[in-house]
């Protein structure tokens, strides 16, 4: 039976230790994650330009403020961080909300963001990701604990893209089509959590999807849906080159 998050957080009271993922890989953020404050729920997105971010069509982000070189969203003091407005946001036109096909947006900032260390862009891929590919996933995570602040724990997972076949064994009831990847190990959910939606999943150092979908905790290697940024190449770069 599933521990109940009450019990967790008192265990982890009484021994004054807070553990999100004890398989997760520590480490600075990397440079192309962006973190999407809003006055609802945050997102994840990743810069592809100096004026554009990507994410998930299926993030709602009023009063939206995108921050880049952040490790540790609750903490104003941290050094290297550039927070910047935006101009406009663009759903992919095919996207509708009863549906996880063309979920993804981007998001035009009102100025060009300062490259360096800490803030880079991301290079889209030139084909398609195969099975077995190892790639990166990275998203903040919540303490289960004390969720009303931001998330402060950056996370990435190393795991593999996946078979159609063990998609669909996954998620039985999602159409999964050939404009997705999935990435993953476990089908379903181990225990609770609460991660930030839209993470990437990045393999041999390019972005190849942005995930759609989980039912679980994919800092925690559970099976994610994600949308094949390949398949979106022509979009993204006409959009970008249109506005």
Known sequence: MMQSLYSMCTVKMQSGVFVYNSDHIA???????????????????????????????????????????????????ENNVQVIGYEKMIHHPLFSVSSIEHD??????????????YVKPLDFPQEMVSQDTMCTVSTWAYNLCDVAKDPDSLQ??????????????????QEITDKMICVGIVPGRRLPCKEISSAPAVCNGVLHGILAYTDGCILRADVGIYTSIFHYVSWIESTIQNN
């Open 156 to 173: 990435n997972v190393n795991i593999s893209v996946i078979s159609q076949a063990e998609c669909h064994n996954a998620y039985k009831t």
């Open 27 to 77: 480490g600075p953020t990397p440079p192309y994650l962006v973190f999407l404050k809003s006055d609802y729920l945050p997102c994840t997105g990743v810069l592809i330009h100096p004026l554009w971010v990507i994410t998930s069509a299926h993030c709602n982000l009023p009063k939206l403020r995108v921050i880049l070189g952040v490790t540790n969203p609750s903490d104003p003091t």
């Open 104 to 117: 993804l947006m981007l998001i035009k900032l009102k100025r060009k963001v300062e490259l360096n260390n």
